[in-house]
Nanobody
Framework: QVQLVESGGGLVQPGGSLRLSCAAS?????????MAWYRQAPGKQRELVAA???????NYADSVKGRFTISRDYAKITVYLQMNGLKPEDTAVYYC??????????????WGQGTQVTVSS
């Protein structure tokens, strides 16, 4: 059974930094997956924060560009989200996602349980 386990969340002051980790297990063909971080704040929809595809191309939400960096370590089967210059509006539950669509009729889509990030003084 595929598992994505996030860690690294917590309470941080505005301007601070956190690094989130997402460790994947039992994920076959992991190099084919697009790995992403999403977040969901109270009363809001889940939104894409950052993603890195199988070719290493990254994509960021406009609100985090220049502050957050997504990376993946194939040897450790882990994806990271380095978050710098944190703002109160970054407060949310952050979710790790792994997605692969090998054919138009087949999609593999997995989620972690989420980790809370709170930015407050």
């Amino acid at each position: 059974q595929v598992q994505l386990v996030e860690s690294g969340g917590g309470l941080v002051q505005p301007g601070g930094s956190l690094r989130l980790s997402c460790a994947a297990s039992n994920l076959v063909f992991i190099r084919q997956y697009t790995m992403a971080w999403y977040r969901q704040a109270p009363g809001k929809q889940r939104e894409l924060v950052a993603a890195v595809n199988s070719g290493g191309i990254t994509n960021y939400a406009d609100s985090v560009k220049g502050r957050f960096t997504i990376s993946r370590d194939y040897a450790k089967i882990t994806v990271y989200l380095q978050m710098n210059g944190l703002k109160p509006e970054d407060t949310a539950v952050y979710y790790c996602n792994a997605k692969w669509t090998p054919t138009p009729h087949r999609e593999y889509d997995y989620w972690g349980q989420g980790t809370q990030v709170t930015v407050s003084s």
